[in-house]
C-alpha cells in the first residue's frame, strides 16, 4: 500500500496543484489529507480539484477549517471523511477524528478530547492507519524549536493502541517521522516549501516514509 499524505494545504491553489503532480508522478493507492485543507472563509476550488484526483481521497478536518467542512466532502465521490469512521483501501484499514484547538504549549483534538478518544477507541482496534491534525506531545511537535505543541491525550492513546501509522500535521515546521511506541508517526505538513510524504505501508514489514 503506498500512500501519499499531506497536510496544511490551507487553501492554496499552488499546493493543490503540486499534490496532483505528485500524485500523477508516483502513483500512490490514496492521498491522504491530515487536516487544515481550506481556510473559515471559504473551500475555494480546493475541493473541485481534490475530487478530480485519479486515487480516492481520505481526510480530516483541522483548526483552520471550517466546522461544517464533512457536509461539504459528502457532496465529493472521490473524498471520503475519516472523522470517526473506519474506510478500507486495498485492504489496509483507516480511521480518524477531525478538528484541533490550538491551545498554547499544548494542542487538543477538540474541546471535550476524552470523549472522542473514547469513540475512537473502537475503530482503532481494527485500524492500522491513523489520521489525527494534531501530533502527539513529545514527538514531532516543536514550535520554533522551543516548545512541545501536542496533543497529550492522542500521545497516550498512541501508546496504549500502538497503531502501525499515525498521519498528522500541524506544526508546519516539524515534518518528520518518529516512533512512538511501535507506532510509526509522520507528520506529513506542507509547510512552506514542503511536498508531503510517500509511505510504503506493507504489513509485518518495515513501513518506509520518503518526504518529497
Not at 459528502?74 to 470517526?84: D, F, G, R
Request: charge should be positive; hydrophobic fraction near 40%; aromatic fraction near 8%.
Amino acid at each position: 500500500m503506498r500512500i501519499y499524505a499531506v497536510a496544511d494545504i490551507h487553501g492554496r491553489r499552488e499546493r493543490v496543484e503540486m499534490i496532483r503532480r505528485n500524485v500523477f508522478k508516483f502513483k500512490p493507492d490514496v492521498l491522504v489529507v491530515a487536516g487544515d485543507i481550506i481556510t473559515f472563509f471559504g473551500a475555494g476550488p480546493v475541493f473541485d480539484k481534490l475530487n478530480d484526483m485519479s486515487v480516492p481521497v481520505l481526510a480530516i478536518r483541522g483548526n483552520s477549517d471550517p466546522s461544517g467542512m464533512e457536509r461539504l466532502m459528502e457532496k465529493y465521490p472521490n473524498i471520503s471523511s475519516l472523522h470517526l469512521r473506519q474506510i478500507t483501501v486495498n485492504g489496509v484499514s483507516f480511521a480518524g477524528a477531525s478538528g484541533t484547538l490550538p491551545i498554547p504549549f499544548r494542542s487538543r483534538i477538540c474541546l471535550f478530547e476524552e470523549q472522542i478518544i473514547d469513540k475512537l477507541e473502537p475503530l482503532a482496534e481494527n485500524a492500522s492507519v491513523l489520521v489525527i491534525h494534531p501530533p502527539p506531545y513529545g514527538t514531532l511537535d516543536e514550535v520554533g524549536g522551543k516548545f512541545h505543541a501536542g496533543s497529550k491525550g492522542l500521545n497516550d492513546f498512541i501508546l496504549r493502541r500502538q497503531p502501525e501509522l499515525l498521519i498528522c500535521g500541524h506544526i508546519h515546521e516539524r515534518p518528520g517521522a518518529a516512533f512512538v511506541g511501535k507506532t510509526t508517526v509522520v507528520n506529513c505538513s506542507i509547510g512552506r516549501t514542503g511536498q508531503g510524504a510517500m509511505i510504503e505501508l506493507d504489513k509485518g514489514l518495515k513501513t518506509n516514509v520518503n518526504f518529497l
